[in-house]
């Protein structure tokens, strides 16, 4: 399993056009082979600052989507809100650790 963390930092106006940009393509996204789970977070303390979480079963089915049409029409709306570079991880789940 490959996890894929994505920073993206946006003005402040532009929050409302990404959430609604996300909120309408989380399912596009889930819809892609070997994509198991999307999730959205926001920073508590600086609310510009968004994490997209996303597991997939192989960096194949990974590189399959961000070659799509479906990514390159997304990310090229998304980019123009951006107020500084994204930064982006993949890395795989080492151990997970639940309350005894």
Avoid: H
């Amino acid at each position: 399993m490959l996890i894929r963390i994505v920073k993206l930092t946006f003005k402040p106006e532009n929050i409302p056009s990404f959430e609604r940009i996300f909120k309408e393509s989380k399912n596009g996204i889930l819809a892609f082979e070997g994509c198991n789970l999307v999730e959205l977070y926001q920073d508590l303390k600086n609310p510009c600052v968004f994490f997209t979480y996303s597991f997939w079963e192989k960096e194949s089915d990974l590189e399959r989507y961000r070659t799509s049409d479906f990514f390159k029409g997304v990310w090229g709306t998304t980019k123009q809100l951006f107020s500084e570079k994204p930064e982006a991880w993949s890395v795989n789940k080492v151990q997970t650790t639940n309350p005894s």
